[in-house]
Nanobody, 124 residues
């Protein structure tokens, strides 16, 4: 069974870069036709898709985040990483990684596998 687990700092200072890693077990992230995605949910907002990386390493980003987002992967460690630069308090949210057959994730139905989420606070 495929499982995803997010890891990273729970607290980031404003203007710094948030870096989160999603470690995948139970199957390779190179599985054909799969997208590995990052999304977030903050109070009062729905699920926001940030971006995805395909099984072949191609990235797709939401226009809302593209200018300050980078998603990469390490196939030897079977994980993929989100870097979100120039964070502000508005970036405080629960961040989720997911895997499935859709590049854009706007609801839980759009991904087959989900991590449990990791809370990120932005504060000096």
């Amino acid at each position: 069974q495929v499982q995803l687990r997010e890891s990273g700092p729970g607290l980031v200072k404003p203007s710094q870069t948030l870096s989160l890693t999603c470690t995948v077990s139970g199957g390779p992230i190179t599985t054909a036709n799969y997208y590995w995605s990052w999304s977030r949910r903050s109070p009062g907002k729905g699920l926001e898709w940030i971006g995805s990386i395909t099984s072949s390493g191609v990235t797709h980003y939401s226009p809302s985040f593209e200018s300050r987002t980078s998603i990469s992967r390490d196939t030897s460690k079977n994980h993929f990483t989100l870097q979100l630069s120039s964070v502000s308090p508005e970036d405080a949210a629960e961040y989720y990684c997911a895997g499935g057959l859709y590049a854009v994730i706007t609801s839980r139905e759009h991904a087959t596998f989900w991590g449990q989420g990791t809370q990120v606070t932005v504060s000096a």
